[in-house]
């Protein structure tokens, strides 16, 4: 009995607490999920991981073919013949998976990078913007389901504009200094 009147006062002193700070704190949510996903930085990286990734399955493709070329080749030959094929296909099959996990890595390693350096800048806009606008607490908009919207503010889209002017003055300084290929215009 007392154990459920001690639970009833805390729980009504932390809802009265809740109400009380929330009408002082002013809130805000952003969408990072969004903002990463429209940020032109974002898509260029994309792009070119694609890209990237298109080639080295071509060179993995023709790696590939070759081991079967010569799979093929071993087996119509006699068993004396075969011998010196099968020592070059067995090390052709280990150039496979080393270039299999090589490409592996250095598509992860490079990701990761990217991955990082963006969450960095969203990070430090997200943080800009709540300053400029007074808010005491930003939430991501996945775990803020449960707010009443109509008393925070998305700050989404302006993160959205902030780092794509950013990232565009950011390439304007870069194509001064060194001009872009050809595909990624």
Do not use: H, W
């Amino acid at each position: 009995m007392k154990k459920t009147t001690l639970l009833i006062a805390i729980t009504l002193l932390f809802t009265f607490t809740s109400v009380v700070s929330a009408a002082t704190l002013r809130m805000g949510y952003a969408d990072t999920e969004r903002i990463m996903l429209a940020l032109n930085e974002y898509k260029e990286i994309d792009r070119e991981a694609r890209y990237k990734i298109e080639l080295k399955e071509e060179e993995g493709q023709k790696m590939l073919d070759e081991l079967k070329r010569l799979g093929n080749e071993i087996a119509s030959l006699s068993e004396e013949k075969r011998k010196p094929l099968i020592k070059e296909y067995r090390r052709k099959q280990e150039e496979l998976s080393n270039f299999q996990q090589t490409t592996k890595d250095e598509i992860l390693e490079r990701q990761s990078v990217d991955l990082k350096r963006i969450a960095n800048k969203i990070k430090r806009c997200i943080e800009n913007i709540s300053r400029d606008m007074n808010l005491t607490i930003v939430f991501d908009l996945k775990p803020v389901l449960y707010l009443d919207r109509t008393q925070v503010t998305d700050i989404t889209d302006k993160v959205i504009e902030k780092l794509n002017k950013e990232y565009e003055a950011e390439k304007q300084k870069l194509r001064k200094k060194m001009p872009l290929p050809k595909r990624i215009k």
